[in-house]
Each structure stands twice: as C-alpha cells, then as structure tokens.
C-alpha cells in the first residue's frame, strides 16, 4: 500500500486518520506542524500528504507552496474546517490534489485517498526516453 503523511496539530485528527488509513494497510507518518512535515516529506518521500490548512506557525498554505516547489507532483490532500468556496478554490489552484472538509468520514478519506492514489499509479511515466 502507500506511504501517508498526516499533517495536523490536531492529535485528534492525526489519530482519526490513523485509525481510518492503517488498518487498509498504508504506511503512516505524522507531522505536527509545517516544518516537521516538510522534513518528513523530505527523509520519507510519501505517495500522499494529507494536509491541515489551520496550524500554528507556518499555515498550510505555506506548506502546501513548499511541498510543491520541493516536487511538483506531489500528491496532497487538503483536510480543513475552513468551509469558504474561496479557500477550496485557492488551494486546488495551488495544486492540491483534492480537498475535504472536516469533519470528514470514514468513507469520504478512503474514497478521496484511494481516488489520488489511483491517479498516482494509472499516471503515464514523465522519465525522459
């Protein structure tokens, strides 16, 4: 299975989707808040980051530039409580993935996790020849 990346402060969250990811057999790692998570992403490199916008110190936003300028085809799934058409329509622009509200359930994370995935595995090879 795939190599997730949970970033939220929110020990509530990260554990919800532990206990909603792990169990389908994924890898999980955990990031607390944007720094730790851009040195996560860097040491692990994981399939999908699935992203809290709403963090202390350095926001999801910022995370989400960094992720992208560190590889563009980074895969990211937002998860906020941010409910502004604005915000899902800046952060899909930005190059986010997918993006879902919370609270979220059990369905709609496996679903979206499992559609991103999807993309990675059926997307054609971009190598040179």
Not at 7 to 16: F, G, H, Q
Not at 24 to 42: C, K, M, N, P, T
Not at 100 to 119: H, S
Request: aromatic letters at 4%.
């Amino acid at each position: 299975m795939a190599k997730i990346l949970i970033v939220d402060d929110s020990n509530l969250s990260r554990r919800s989707l532990h206990r909603i990811l792990g169990p389908e057999g994924h890898q999980i790692i955990e990031a607390v808040d944007g720094l730790s998570a851009l040195e996560e992403y860097f040491l692990d490199k994981p399939d999908l980051v699935l992203l809290d916008l709403m963090m202390g110190g350095m926001d999801g936003f910022a995370v989400l530039d960094k992720l992208l300028e560190m590889n563009p085809q980074v895969r990211i799934l937002v998860l906020t409580a941010d409910i502004q058409t604005s915000t899902r329509e800046i952060v899909i622009a930005s190059g986010a993935s997918a993006y879902l509200n919370k609270p979220f359930t059990r369905d709609k994370i496996l679903l979206a996790v499992n559609q991103i995935l999807q993309e990675v595995v059926h997307e054609p090879d971009r190598t040179p020849e």
